[in-house]
């Protein structure tokens, strides 16, 4: 299971089972991605101290920062944790709305 098949099931009928299933993905998923950025965050402190040393500026020791590989990994995933928990908020209305319509449907 990857994004690109979730985005694409969201848009189509999918059964709850199946829905549950693409919410134990992303809650997996976002605990990987957010580990990795705590990972990034521990070396951020040491790396932009070290920039500053070398920078006139905090504005310049920053832009060195996000230049970095390590300052692009982190605003991508920064971006795909924004990106998982509008899935996942989406995978949970959608699983509120078919309960719903099945309490309904047995009135």
Do not use: C, P
């Amino acid at each position: 299971m990857n994004y690109k098949e979730i985005e694409k099931k969201l848009k189509e009928q999918v059964f709850q089972m199946e829905l549950s299933e693409m919410l134990i993905w992303l809650a997996a998923e976002y605990s990987f991605i957010s580990g990795q950025l705590e990972d990034i965050v521990v070396i951020k402190g040491k790396k932009w101290l070290s920039d500053r040393l070398h920078s006139k500026t905090d504005k310049e020791a920053d832009r060195k920062w996000q230049a970095s590989e390590m300052g692009v990994n982190y605003e991508v995933y920064r971006l795909q944790l924004k990106k998982i928990e509008k899935m996942i908020g989406a995978i949970r209305k959608r699983i509120e709305v078919l309960e719903k319509e099945r309490e309904y449907s047995r009135i």
